[in-house]
């Protein structure tokens, strides 16, 4: 059995337990419960909040529908509409007597359940939720009307991973990625219950689910309720073997230009120095782009997900309109790695994050996102991390930067919607 509780060092949680109202764990706690690889992968978030979250996230998405598109997003519609476990009127008719939200999402390598409540009810809607998505029962009296929900399903694909999308469809040799209708519904009256009911008991399994509570709530019930639930074929998404420097041009459905770097977060010290990173970028972005009176919208992140993490800069912006963008990127890179800061920048960049961080670690929807993040790579959110922004130096953020932003590990991708024309 894995059962760990990561805290801050103890005369850190003295300090803040003396400066502080009573709160119910320390800042930045997480504990992690598995009683086995057959069992879902409990997280612990207990925070002080007039709001709880639960979140169940299955590391199955749409490009695990295979042959059948839709499949996992019918599968969830499943779980909530045509299971003997309890009927979705009834869990809805809870949920609007405690002022309560239910989120489902779809993307390309998981899929989830979210709910959010307010403490004094949500351990019965956690309950109640938990059983049905993790130890179903569907019912095929009710599998035609879930058929026919489905269809009106107006976003079956997260939005939020298209750039995810992107660079697969254009990184990865996975004929899967460069379906155009992966994860659509098109077909979604065609998907048999028995199609249905296999997905349901090896991939959305309890094996391949991460649970994550934050907020107010019954750690102990939870850790007992989900030790209950096992079962499943566990599902590997190997990190590809990219060939890199890598550069190219594609179609795509909208102008963007990527600058891309791999990013392994493996210590709290690195999560660190990427987090530091994309803030002084994103600034620098910022001002160049500004000074040279473009107003174009940008972002600067790591993008972590289960086959590629990687340190992005994003123009959604045509080689056309006057900056010759992927120099113009490179510079900005190499300005930061140079550290041509203005005095006092990289200090109120690791004081930004700092704060941004801490007023998250409040939020326990927002700490629900940064564990969902975190659960492949647990070094990303954490009691040490704090310790290590606060400890970074220009010169360590060089340090670790200039590992990972090398010319000979660089993606730069442009998209466009006409190849003929860009030629």
Request: charged fraction near 25%; proline fraction near 7%.
């Amino acid at each position: 059995m894995r059962f760990t509780r990561l805290a801050l060092p103890v005369c850190a949680t003295v300090a803040l337990l003396l400066l502080a109202p009573a709160v119910l764990a320390a800042p930045f706690e997480v504990e992690r419960f598995q009683p086995s690889p057959k069992h879902p992968l409990l997280l612990l978030a207990p925070r002080e909040a007039n709001r709880s979250t639960l979140t169940i996230v299955f590391n199955v998405g749409a490009v695990d529908d295979k042959l059948v598109n839709g499949l996992t997003r019918v599968s969830q519609h499943a779980l909530l509409h045509a299971n003997s476990r309890g009927t979705y009127e009834s869990l809805v008719t809870a949920m609007y007597g405690a002022a309560a939200t239910l989120e489902m999402r779809t993307g390309l390598h998981e899929s989830r359940f979210t709910l959010t409540a307010p403490p004094q009810d949500f351990d019965a809607l956690a309950r109640a939720l938990l059983t049905s998505v993790l130890a179903p029962k569907l019912d095929p009296r009710r599998f035609e009307a879930t058929l026919e929900r489905a269809k009106h399903d107006a976003q079956p694909l997260d939005p939020e991973g298209w750039l995810e999308l992107l660079l697969a469809r254009t990184l990865i040799e996975d004929s899967r990625y460069k379906d155009p209708n992966i994860g659509s519904l098109y077909n979604a009256e065609g998907i048999a219950l028995d199609a249905v009911r296999e997905h349901v008991t090896r991939m959305l399994a309890p094996c391949n689910a991460t649970v994550i509570a934050t907020g107010r709530f019954n750690a102990k019930a939870l850790r007992k309720l989900v030790s209950g639930f096992r079962g499943g074929v566990v599902l590997e998404h190997p990190r590809p073997k990219l060939k890199l420097p890598y550069q190219r041009r594609a179609l795509a459905s909208r102008e963007v230009q990527v600058l891309a770097y791999p990013l392994p977060i493996q210590t709290p010290r690195e999560a660190a120095a990427a987090r530091v990173l994309a803030s002084l970028l994103e600034e620098r972005l910022f001002q160049q782009l500004r000074n040279a009176a473009v107003g174009y919208s940008f972002t600067s992140a790591p993008l972590l997900t289960p086959r590629l993490d990687a340190l992005a800069l994003v123009l959604p912006a045509a080689e056309g309109s006057g900056i010759d963008l992927g120099p113009f990127l490179r510079e900005e890179m190499q300005a930061v790695l140079q550290g041509q800061l203005e005095p006092g920048t990289f200090e109120r960049h690791q004081q930004s994050t700092l704060v941004r961080l801490r007023l998250a670690d409040r939020d326990p929807r927002r700490v629900a996102e940064e564990l969902r993040t975190a659960r492949q790579r647990p070094a990303w959110y954490g009691p040490e991390l704090p310790t290590h922004i606060q400890s970074l130096t220009p010169e360590t953020l060089r340090e670790v930067a200039s590992a990972w932003l090398r010319e000979e590990s660089s993606i730069q991708l442009h998209f466009v919607t006409d190849l003929e024309g860009r030629k």
